[in-house]
């Protein structure tokens, strides 16, 4: 019985050096004041006409020592989203969200003053598209994410946000949340 007992734990102490017990790198994790925060971890998304859709909420804030600029909507820039959504390590591929923008022109950019912050509503929305090329796959829609924001530090001569001066992206990005069905 001791030969037995003894066989099958070096068995499993010999399975468990030849087996990769690492879990893949997250992404690393943010501290607790991290300027674009979502108000949860998790998001469902529900059918819509059309596709699927969430709401989530997020807040900026702007900690540093200068004000920073969303982008307006001049007619003298190009209209770029506010914000868009990227997969979070470990997840890869592509995001199936579709965002649509709608500029009238005239809104200068928006100025967002040291220690001042702002919450936003924002809507992860992901259509059907059944003649996509390439398809789209319903695992593109899932996974884990975060909200990047498009914010600058300066303005142009037209008051619109100077492209040429966007904050890193690790300045303007959202913790890591999940999107499921």
Not at 78 to 98: C, K, L, Q
Request: with cysteine; charged share 20%.
């Amino acid at each position: 019985m001791r030969h037995f007992l003894l066989s099958v734990i070096l068995t499993v102490f010999g399975l468990a050096s030849c087996t990769d017990m690492t879990a893949p790198a997250l992404d690393p994790p943010e501290p607790a004041g991290s300027p674009l925060r979502t108000d949860r971890l998790e998001y469902s998304l529900t059918r819509v006409p059309g596709g699927f859709g969430a709401n989530l909420v997020v807040t900026y804030t702007n900690q540093g020592s200068r004000t920073v600029y969303l982008p307006g909507c001049a007619l003298e820039q190009p209209v770029s989203p506010m914000y868009g959504f990227v997969r979070a390590v470990p997840d890869t591929g592509r995001v199936i969200s579709s965002i649509a923008w709608t500029c009238v022109g005239g809104v200068p950019a928006l100025a967002i003053p040291p220690g001042a912050g702002r919450t936003d509503t924002i809507r992860f929305l992901s259509l059907e598209s059944p003649h996509a090329q390439p398809p789209e796959h319903p695992h593109e829609r899932v996974g884990l994410m975060r909200v990047v924001y498009d914010i600058h530090g300066s303005i142009d001569a037209n008051g619109e946000a100077d492209y040429r001066d966007r904050l890193p992206e690790s300045d303007r990005r959202s913790n890591v949340f999940k999107i499921t069905y």
